[in-house]
C-alpha cells in the first residue's frame, strides 16, 4: 500500500520568513495530493490540492509543487503569519487506493512574531 | 451550503462495549470516509462508503464497520472496544470518488 513521508516534523519560522514542507510517497500511481491545517482541537482543513497532471499550484501566499518521477511534493508558504500556527499534514490518494487518503505525520508549524 | 457534521462530540465507554459516531455529509457530497486519528499523529483511513456500500477499507479489523444511508449520511459501529480504540474519529465527505475530501469536527472517543 501507500506510505507517505513528512519532513521536518516541526518546524519554527520567524513571521514574514517562508515556510517548506516536504512528503515522499511510494505508489507511483498515487495522482491526488492534498495538504491540510489542523489547528489544536479542530478539524483538518483543506488548504490546497495538486492533482499528477500538474507541477506546481499556487493560491495567494501557498504553493504545491509535484515532482512524480522523484515521487515527492512540498507545501510553501510565504511571508508567514502567527496565524499559520498549526499542524500540517501532506497526503496522497489514486491509482490502487482511489479515495483513501493516506497522511503524513504531520509537521507543527510554529510562527514567531 | 451546510459542512459536514458529526456527533456526539465525544463520548466515554468503557471496554467491551459498542459505539455508534453519526457523520452527516456536506450538502451534494455522495462520498463519506472515516478516518481515525491517535494523538500526535496524522488520520488513519478506515473505509469509505459511496451509494451506501462500502468502497475501500484501510487496516481496521472487522469489529469496525459501517452504513451510508439514502441520503449519504453515514454511521460508523465499533465493537467489543479495546483500549487503543481511544481517539478522534473524523468523517469526512466528498462530491465525487477521489475529490477533495472536507472534515467534519470529529467525535473525541475515549475508552476507560
Known amino acids: 500500500g501507500e506510505n507517505v513521508e513528512q519532513h521536518p516534523s516541526t518546524l519554527s519560522v520567524q513571521e514574514g520568513d517562508s515556510a517548506v514542507i516536504k512528503c515522499t510517497y511510494s505508489d507511483s500511481a498515487s495522482n491526488y495530493f492534498p495538504w491540510y491545517k489542523q489547528e489544536l482541537g479542530k478539524r483538518p482543513q483543506l488548504i490546497i490540492d495538486i492533482r499528477s497532471n500538474v507541477g506546481e499550484k499556487k493560491d495567494q501566499r501557498i504553493a504545491v509543487t509535484l515532482n512524480k518521477t522523484a515521487k515527492h511534493f512540498s507545501l510553501h508558504i510565504t511571508e508567514t503569519q502567527p496565524e499559520d500556527s498549526a499542524v500540517y499534514f501532506c497526503a496522497a490518494a489514486g491509482g490502487t487506493s482511489y479515495g483513501k487518503l493516506t497522511f503524513g505525520q504531520g509537521t507543527i508549524l510554529t510562527v514567531h512574531p | ?112
Open chain 2, 1 to 112: 451550503e451546510t459542512g459536514v457534521t458529526q456527533s456526539p462530540t465525544h463520548l466515554i465507554k468503557t471496554r467491551g462495549q459498542q459505539v455508534t459516531l453519526r457523520c452527516s455529509s456536506q450538502s451534494g457530497h455522495n462520498t463519506v470516509s472515516w478516518y481515525q486519528q491517535a494523538l500526535g499523529q496524522g488520520p488513519q483511513f478506515i473505509f469509505q462508503y459511496y451509494r451506501e456500500e462500502e468502497n475501500g477499507r484501510g487496516n481496521f479489523p472487522p469489529r469496525f464497520s459501517g452504513l451510508q444511508f439514502p441520503n449519504y449520511s453515514s454511521e460508523l459501529n465499533v465493537n467489543a472496544l479495546e483500549l487503543d480504540d481511544s481517539a478522534l474519529y473524523l468523517c469526512a465527505s466528498s462530491s465525487i470518488q477521489g475529490g477533495p475530501q472536507h472534515f467534519g469536527d470529529g467525535t473525541r472517543l475515549s475508552i476507560l
